[in-house]
């Protein structure tokens, strides 16, 4: 049901500009549209746009909000697949594109403190421009921001080994819906005084509070790293793989796998033939001092011939790594621009049950005319799941397909979202997972933080309830 929000008149609009750094503000149409769509293909155009230089920037926003009933829709980079950052609501979209400094790098403890906006690569560099690494590897790393991680507990390939951005978070500062800031967490290894409040923000999608700036763990970077890409003639084998190296104490920094849909829009970008009509690929790095990671990717190369490998691609020097993950990256893109219809999912299941998963693909394909091309984290069982129709006409039968899909993934003991998070995109799907009970109590958090409801309005709980599975 809609919310009763104001629209935002022009008196409103000065007082927004009078209350904010000068430049802060975006009102013209051209350059709004910016702002309107992430990488979800959904768009809702707000009434302006604000790019706080500073918290003090964001405080007086969101008591503005609160004194003249108007939305705030927090966004990073828009890179999000889930329409998260979306402003369905009109309104202001506040954007932290310009919190960008890194005030902090401390290879003694091993910290680093950076504002919400820094771009992830760049915190990243950072870390390696102090001898320390920062693991988390969240697709688009060279886009998305260290607030937008945050907002959604992004993971990456590199998750199976370190974990996801949450793992990595020791303390934060937020803007409070009620215009209040807090520091949360700590900037030691053990913290336990009082409620976990960092680890309630992380992962909230900015329904709760405003991230402004992060202190984050680092580690020691890894001396080296190397890898290989081998391809199978189908998904069970390529599958087995994975349970065979993990079942043997191996603990790859990534695994990840393509079906053979995605393999068919990069077949040009690979240097060997495919066999059979099904094949499907795995993409495997190790880290750790060099000669030890030599002899252990040795060893994998063995088991995954002794599993059916069709050939093996090794990747041991950056330039090799490049190459194999450019053909990761031209995945998402290809599938992104390949049909008009495209509804991106992200679920997690046992990693028993990923060619389960993949094998009963082709039914739904058949019943609902779609295509579907699944790829992703093989090694945590976080499956990216793309379904779409070249006829724009198709998107109900796309829709349809998608909560088969999710409940599915539920029969197997998983998850609907593994890393993308709940936003827009999703929302009407949540009780398909969580118990009634669950999701009120949710929103009575949201409540308790947010009474006036302006702090991205309309995301992750559904508008209307719907039948549970729980």
């Not at 009078?18 to 990488?39: F, Q, R, W």
């Not at 336990?192 to 580690?219: A, C, K, M």
């Amino acid at each position: 049901m809609p919310y009763p929000f104001s629209p935002l008149t022009s008196a409103i609009k000065d007082k927004i500009t009078a209350a904010v750094t000068p430049g802060s503000v975006i009102t013209e149409n051209h350059a709004l549209k910016i702002y309107t769509g992430d990488a979800s293909k959904l768009h809702c155009t707000p009434e302006m746009v604000i790019c706080p230089h500073s918290v003090a920037d964001v405080q007086r926003v969101i008591q503005l909000a609160n004194s003249y009933n108007f939305p705030v829709t927090p966004r990073g980079a828009g890179s999000g697949l889930a329409g998260g950052c979306l402003a369905d609501h009109a309104g202001v979209v506040l954007s932290t594109e310009r919190l960008t400094e890194i005030p902090v790098i401390d290879p003694v403890n091993g910290i680093i403190k950076v504002q919400a906006g820094v771009i992830s690569q760049d915190v990243k560099s950072a870390a390696e421009a102090g001898g320390l690494y920062y693991p988390p590897d969240p697709a688009g790393m060279d886009l998305s921001t260290i607030g937008g991680n945050a907002a959604t507990d992004a993971g990456g390939p590199a998750c199976v080994k370190y974990g996801t951005t949450r793992d990595y978070i020791l303390g934060l500062e937020a803007v409070l819906p009620n215009g209040k800031c807090i520091a949360t967490g700590v900037q030691t290894r053990k913290g336990v005084v009082g409620y976990d409040l960092t680890n309630l923000l992380v992962g909230s999608e900015g329904t709760l509070g405003i991230i402004t700036s992060l202190w984050l763990r680092l580690i020691p970077k890894p001396p080296a790293i190397i890898g290989l890409m081998c391809v199978f003639s189908d998904m069970a084998s390529a599958m087995n793989s994975v349970t065979a190296i993990m079942a043997s104490g191996h603990l790859p920094c990534a695994i990840e796998f393509l079906d053979h849909k995605c393999i068919s829009l990069i077949g040009e970008m690979l240097p060997f033939a495919l066999p059979g009509t099904t094949p499907s690929i795995l993409i495997i790095e190790l880290d750790g001092p060099e000669n030890q990671i030599k002899q252990e990717l040795s060893t994998i190369e063995q088991l995954l011939q002794r599993q059916g490998a069709a050939a093996i691609i090794p990747a041991t020097n950056q330039q090799q790594r490049q190459e194999i993950w450019n053909v990761r990256r031209q995945v998402s893109l290809r599938i992104h621009d390949y049909a008009n219809v495209y509804i991106p999912e992200d679920v997690a299941v046992p990693i028993s049950a990923i060619a389960q998963l993949i094998d009963a693909l082709p039914v739904y394909e058949k019943k609902y005319s779609v295509e579907i091309f699944a790829f992703g984290h093989a090694g945590d069982g976080n499956i990216h799941l793309s379904v779409t129709a070249k006829d724009s006409d198709n998107r109900d039968n796309a829709e349809s397909a998608v909560k088969d899909l999710l409940a599915l993934s539920l029969k197997l003991n998983g998850t609907i979202s593994g890393e993308h998070g709940i936003g827009l995109a999703k929302k009407r799907y949540l009780p398909m997972e969580l118990s009634p009970t669950s999701i009120a109590l949710q929103q009575s958090i949201k409540k308790l933080f947010d009474a006036n409801n302006i702090l991205n309005p309309g995301k992750v709980f559904p508008d209307q309830p719907e039948t549970t599975t729980t």
